[in-house]
């Protein structure tokens, strides 16, 4: 129903395809990004982040429309991430354990200093994630990689030949290097899990 009212109500499929990709992903990408990094935030975080983000895309939208949209998305995403921090420390983080049981099988970065430290006093042989470099290099390369696949059929619509197979080299050396270094080394971070986790 919604989609439906903006679709009627929508002046140009531009403005609203711009409004989509800038706007509104600046109302969602805190939350999404907060629930991997940070060992306190909580469901009701990720709740209020996604609320204020929205409501301020749609504010930007219906009242402010000939703003570019990708000038409001560092605002809509500081207004995002405020709602993250208000909501999440509006309730208390009601599971440790769970969150420490994620901690232990994800071993993620970021904030996670509590948990890290409450994880390895119960098991000193926990090894946590030290890979930081090769997980950013892999997100950069995956980045790529999907963005090839995007612009592949693209450009083979087009009939922009050259441009198609540029792109498909680029998505068969970033195919290559994910096998390597992501695929392959999967088994790595399987090797790690404690005992203790794999016996529950």
Not at 80 to 97: H, K, V, W, Y
Not at 116 to 144: H, Y
Not at 154 to 160: A, L, N, P
């Amino acid at each position: 129903m919604v989609g439906i009212v903006f679709g009627f109500n929508a002046a140009s499929l531009t403005k609203l395809t711009l409004w989509i990709t800038s706007a509104l992903y600046g109302g969602y990408a805190a939350s999404n990004v907060l629930k991997w990094i940070w060992w306190r935030f909580t469901g009701m975080g990720y709740f209020y982040g996604m609320l204020f983000g929205l409501l301020g895309s749609t504010i930007k939208l219906f009242y402010f429309p000939d703003i570019v949209d990708i000038y409001v998305f560092p605002l809509i995403l500081l207004v995002s991430f405020i709602g993250c921090i208000i909501g999440t420390f509006i309730t208390p983080l009601e599971n440790r354990e769970a969150v420490k049981e994620f901690y232990r099988q994800t071993r993620p970065w970021g904030f996670w200093g509590p948990i890290k430290r409450e994880v390895m006093a119960e098991d000193p042989s926990f090894v946590p994630n030290k890979d930081f470099s090769r997980d950013m290099f892999n997100i950069v390369t995956g980045i790529v990689w999907q963005m090839a696949q995007v612009v592949i059929p693209i450009y083979f619509m087009i009939r922009e030949n050259y441009k198609m197979l540029a792109w498909a080299a680029v998505f068969f050396v970033t195919t290559f290097l994910l096998k390597k270094f992501w695929w392959n080394r999967l088994h790595e971070a399987d090797a790690v899990v404690p005992a203790k986790a794999e016996q529950v």
